[in-house]
């Protein structure tokens, strides 16, 4: 990942700065304010979404993200690319102390995301890469030259058991979607966690299928899907089936079914499974 791009090298950096920000308040006592949707933000969100603004700001190129005033759309239609950000995804395990927590950085370009990085803070970790670039899993705790980051292939063939990843905090699958599974699959497991961290599991193979009916913003999926579609990945739309795009009018995400490689290759011996 030493070869990556200097916005890229900028990105993860940003990314390993807040994510240890982010664990320094995490070990504290720390209060929790809430938002006028009801949603909870505390100091962390705030920190991190300052030092990530601050590192991006060298790259010349405008950022949507959860902590900031983001722009009208008439003032960023035109824009060829854009920084989506969430500082920190899954405020409401932060503050459960859980652990399931993680900072988002995508690129997105011309709608589509590019390049994504997802950090688990608790654990030390990032996931990184986009289009054309591989997928790379990196300890940054452990290993802060990059000397031994691992690149992410997916070879997994799906027979008969399947493990679908939802939401701890939010609805994830509606009953018809889990119904045509278990037709189709002799067993069906479950996994559920907070966050984009869902990613780490579909991007190592744990987890092959997450489905969503609950909402989300562009800056929740962005780096996931970007990574997702490097290794031969999808994120759709749950009606249109057509991948999720970016920098819309409105930030929040449709309904969406991410699906890894091994899923879609399973899925087309059953035209069913195509239209949940």
């Given at each position: 990942m030493n070869s990556l791009p200097d916005s890229y090298q900028i990105a993860l950096r940003a990314a390993v700065l807040a994510s240890n920000a982010i664990l320094k308040i995490y070990s504290e006592d720390f209060s929790t304010e809430f938002k006028s949707d009801g949603s909870p933000v505390t100091e962390a969100d705030i920190t991190s979404s300052g030092i990530i603004a601050s590192e991006l700001l060298k790259t010349n190129i405008p950022v949507i993200g959860e902590e900031i005033t983001n722009l009208d759309y008439e003032k960023?239609?035109?824009?060829?690319q854009n920084w989506c950000v969430d500082p920190l995804d899954g405020t409401k395990e932060f503050v459960k102390k859980n652990g399931e927590f993680a900072v988002n950085i995508a690129l997105i370009e011309n709608h589509k995301p590019i390049f994504g990085i997802i950090a688990e803070p608790c654990k030390?970790?990032?996931?990184?890469?986009?289009?054309?670039?591989?997928?790379?899993?990196?300890?940054?705790?452990?290993?802060?030259?990059?000397?031994?980051?691992?690149?992410?292939?997916?070879?997994?063939?799906?027979e008969d058991t399947v493990v679908w990843i939802g939401s701890r905090s939010h609805i994830s699958a509606d009953a018809n979607w889990e119904k045509s599974l278990n037709k189709h699959f002799s067993k069906v497991d479950k996994?559920?966690?907070?966050?984009?961290?869902?990613?780490?599991?579909?991007?190592?193979?744990?987890a092959q299928i997450y489905p969503r009916y609950a909402p989300t913003m562009e800056w929740d999926i962005a780096a996931g899907q970007a990574l997702l579609e490097e290794l031969g990945g999808k994120v759709i739309n749950a009606e249109?089936?057509?991948?999720?795009?970016?920098?819309?009018?409105?930030?929040?995400?449709?309904?969406?079914?991410?699906?890894?490689?091994?899923?879609?290759?399973?899925?087309?011996?059953?035209?069913?499974?195509?239209?949940?």
């Open positions: 960023r239609k035109n824009w060829v030390g970790k990032i996931i990184a890469g986009g289009k054309g670039l591989g997928v790379y899993l990196w300890d940054y705790q452990n290993d802060p030259k990059m000397e031994a980051t691992v690149k992410i292939t997916n070879s997994k063939v799906i996994i559920t966690k907070g966050s984009a961290i869902k990613f780490f599991d579909l991007a190592l193979e744990n249109s089936h057509l991948p999720l795009t970016y920098n819309k009018p409105t930030l929040f995400n449709p309904h969406f079914i991410a699906k890894t490689k091994a899923y879609l290759v399973r899925e087309k011996k059953f035209s069913t499974l195509r239209t949940i």
